[in-house]
């Protein structure tokens, strides 16, 4: 069983991945309103991503003979002042998340609950992974600047990443 604090601390992670994906849902439409269709791509596959780990956290938190609660999810900012202060603003964004899935980590500890800190080490990696990717991105921005041609080469290579759906229960 988890505990009162560590049930209740999930279920708000599990709300705040799903406000991830609409964040980033609201990244794409932004990327597609100015024409930049690879960022579109690129944020509609982070979209998904955060859905799927929301839905870990749902999976967890019922396996543990938890009930799910669904908050209500805020609505994300619209517009961004250029493309490298979106990608700017969603590298803040996941060294928030990263923040948050620390402080789970740390609760898990002071609660003893080793299987949620075990199924943490998951997120922690994760994590890693996610401000390294948006690091070299807006390292990326930042050396071509806020037009031209570096833009919208840039713009393709993001085109081409795909989502690759691991399958039921992620
Ligand atoms: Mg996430």
Redesign the pocket.
Known sequence: MLTERMHKALNDQLQ??FF?AYLYLAMAAYFEDQGLVGMANWMTVQFR??QL??LKFYRYIAERGGRVELEAIGKPQRDWPSPLAAFEAALAH?RM?SGRINALADLSISEKDHATHAMLQW?IS??VE?EANVVALVGKLRMVGAQGPGLFMIDREMGARAFADPGRGG
């Open positions: 705040a991945e991830s991503e955060e780990h929301g996941e998340i997120f994760e994590q996610e």
